[in-house]
């Protein structure tokens, strides 16, 4: 009998979890034609465990001398696919041969496929297998006959990596979901039991009755009952890709929602992705969720960073279900939506064939890294193009996504997007509450003491600036009791502001607030008056949507556009003067629609859509060479370069989480909680904190707050801190 895995004295017999395998992966991959293919690389991805190397490594009786080393399993049937179809086995090799390490590149690196390859010929690891001892199933195949999606052949090689990427999610979710089965069957029986998408709209149906029972009857409320039966309305189109442009406070997360789940059900999609750009927006909406859906039981999975840093929200079913999405509805991040996307660990890929078949909602999608611009549209094309994916771009701010082609720019955008409002240019006048006063002069600043004593004069206000420098500046010359809000705090702690933020508006009370631009996304804050540094439009029209939200004041909000002193950075800058290019000469209302199409132009031209020049590295030649971990390690939405992150000892849960790390070193869910306590911090400013004793590296990469000076109640870590007086008496 030829093993597969051991649990104590159970044997798994590779056969079994060989074909239990492909008859899995090929059920997953019929959601987007195939299964044929997946099914292959499921019976192939371990063969190298028939190998005698393997199976005196798994046997216990055969270590009595010596030390088990692991045994690799994965590269024989990598080598078996590439004889058995020549160069068009490289597509299933790929595949196999990453199965647990990961996807390959062809040629870069020690752990490229053809090198892999040609060690594992040389060793003659084929010729150990008995494939005399098989069931024929797994001796012998033909060449699959699906062919991987597009309309002529170079949109099919422009579209192979992804095509690969989801057969490669098939696999590894099989892989370890038949595993599992022997392994733990009691997890299999865990991971069922969801809400269906017919009982999620049937309770938001009666939830938006319910909620419409009990709210006043005001104008604001009244067009956010239109923006949702605009959504039910147009859930009836045929899938691909729609817009909502929506105000902010126009109702548009519920009615994001209820499109999608109409939308899902008409036409049989799967499930409901609800993407989010920051942790601080993913938190407010999975709350508004859960209270839809309370009476469901679980109906909404969270997958990001610090997801169970509130365990009451997380369970061990939850849990299971981020690892490959099979849930009714999952909110995420960007981060690990679109990294997964571009990903080459199993871990982040396993989730992919999950995506297939649903409704995407991408959420404040002017966020977008223009930087990755080219990449991430090139995706989503060929999600809603060929994988029966709808996308929904929600913001009050849309971008510009279209297709350009001029001696400037040449990018292959999203042609055929459809507006779910029928006239946004009518809802922004019907829900506009602030009026925006510009400086006289764009290219004077005013000086932060000028600003402080201007912002001192208002009971209540909020003013967002570019930097956490200027924001910690500015706030020290500000009266006492004044509010801090930047990155610098841990999000625990803002969390903590935020909260007291608006139980202070709520009481009426002065309230006044300096902050960076991490107010500005879907943190609903209502003050009368708001502050902005110049910056992108998009950002100036977030700010404005902090003041006034409620349209609670008799007249409109004010929001006053000033120049900073300081100078923006990198793409901050570039938004900056797209701004200034857009308003020369400009006379007329800022903030509607169709003002953001050209600032969104006007920004796009000045970055460059693939500043790495990933997108030809995705494209095979003719070796079929496809660089997909060269890409992985390059497609990062959060440059980590030039930063890293400290875990804080904020109040008394901080300070004890870094004191079970010290203790019991980095467990997940430590680390997962700790998340909550992080604060990126520039790597030479980290080094000279370390170096002061301020800061201390307990592991390699794992840095944590030694000094209490270093982390301030109102500002956060402070870069430049101070000792004690009291610390130096002995």
């Given amino acids: 009998m030829f093993i597969a895995h051991l649990d104590g004295d159970r044997k798994h017999e590779l056969a079994t979890h060989l074909i239990e395998t492909a008859a899995l992966a090929r059920n997953f991959a019929e959601t987007f034609g195939a299964g044929d293919w997946a099914e292959l690389i499921g019976l192939w991805h371990d063969l190298g465990k028939y190998r005698p190397a393997f199976q005196q490594y798994i046997d216990p009786d055969a270590h009595i001398e010596g030390v088990k080393q692991r045994v690799d399993h994965s590269t024989s049937g990598a080598l078996h696919a590439v004889r058995q179809f020549k160069k068009i086995g490289r597509l299933l090799a790929y595949l196999i041969a990453g199965h647990h390490a990961g996807l390959p590149d062809l040629r870069e690196g020690e752990a490229a496929l053809l090198s892999r390859l040609d060690n594992a010929d040389k060793k003659g690891y084929l010729d150990e297998i008995p494939f005399h001892n098989m069931p024929e199933i797994l001796r012998t195949a033909n060449l699959p006959k699906s062919q991987p999606p597009g309309r002529n052949g170079e949109e099919k090689n422009r579209g192979i990596h992804l095509w690969l990427r989801l057969l490669f999610s098939c696999l590894v979710d099989a892989d370890f979901l038949n595993t599992e089965a022997f392994m733990d069957p009691n997890k299999a029986a865990i991971r069922q039991g969801f809400a269906s998408l017919e009982e999620m709209r049937s309770r938001f149906n009666h939830y938006i009755t319910a909620l419409a029972g009990r709210s006043a009857t005001t104008p604001v409320n009244k067009i956010r009952a239109e923006v949702l039966g605009h959504c039910r309305l147009m859930a009836h189109e045929a899938p691909g890709c729609f817009s909502l442009t929506v105000p902010t406070g126009g109702g548009k997360t519920l009615a994001s929602l209820g499109f999608a789940l109409e939308h899902a059900l008409l036409h049989e999609k799967r499930r409901i992705i609800y993407v989010i750009p920051y942790t601080s927006i993913i938190e407010q909406t999975a709350d508004v969720f859960r ?384 998340q909550r306590y992080a604060v990126n911090v520039n790597k030479n400013d980290l080094a000279r904190l370390c170096q002061e004793g301020f800061v201390e590296e307990l592991q390699t990469g794992i840095l944590v707050q030694r000094e209490p000076e270093l982390y301030d109640e109102t500002l956060g870590v402070l870069l430049e801190p101070s000792r004690r007086v009291e610390n130096f008496i002995f």
């Fill in 291 to 674: 209270e839809v859906f309370q009476d469901l039981g679980e109906a909404v999975v969270e997958h990001h960073a610090s997801a169970d840093a509130n365990p009451e929200n997380e369970t061990r079913k939850s849990r299971l279900a981020c690892e490959n999405w099979d849930a009714p509805l999952i909110v995420t991040t960007s981060v690990q939506f679109f990294e997964s996307l571009f990903a080459a660990r199993t871990s982040r890929c396993r989730k992919l064939h999950n995506i297939v078949n649903s409704v995407v909602i991408l959420d404040e999608a002017q966020l977008i890294p223009p930087e990755f611009r080219q990449l991430i549209v090139d995706m989503l094309r060929l999600l809603t193009d060929y994988y029966g994916v709808t996308l929904l771009l929600c913001t009050a701010t849309q971008p510009a996504l279209g297709s350009v082609s001029s001696f400037q720019e040449r990018f292959h955008g999203l042609d055929k997007i459809r507006e779910i409002i029928a006239d946004p240019h009518d809802l922004y006048r019907r829900l506009q509450r602030v009026k925006i006063s510009l400086p006289a002069d764009l290219n004077q600043s005013i000086s932060w003491p000028t600003l402080a004593e201007e912002l001192s004069t208002h009971h209540s206000v909020l003013c967002v600036v570019n930097r956490r420098g200027d924001c910690k500046e500015l706030h020290g010359l500000m009266p006492s009791g004044t509010i801090h809000l930047s990155a610098l705090m841990c999000g625990a702690h803002r969390s903590e502001v935020i909260a007291t933020i608006k139980a202070q508006l709520n009481r009426q009370e002065s309230t006044r607030v300096i902050s960076t631009q991490l107010v500005e996304a879907g943190v609903d804050l209502d003050f009368p008056v708001v502050y902005r540094a110049l910056a992108g439009l998009d950002s100036i029209a977030q700010s404005a949507g902090r003041c006034n939200r409620e349209g609670k004041l008799p007249g409109l909000g004010e929001v006053r556009v000033f120049v900073p002193p300081t100078k923006n950075p990198g793409i901050i800058r570039k938004a900056e003067d797209s701004t200034r290019e857009l308003l020369h000469g400009f006379d007329g209302d800022l903030l509607e629609p169709k003002r953001f199409t050209e600032f969104f132009r006007l920004f796009y031209a000045k970055v460059d859509s693939d500043k790495k020049n990933l997108a030809e590295l995705l494209y095979p030649d003719n070796d079929l060479a496809i660089s997909f971990r060269t890409v992985a390690e390059n497609f990062r939405l959060m440059d980590d370069s030039y930063q890293r992150p400290i875990f804080v000892g904020y109040g008394e849960e901080g300070w004890h989480l870094i004191d079970q790390l010290r203790h019991m070193g980095p467990e997940r869910w430590l680390m997962r909680k700790l």
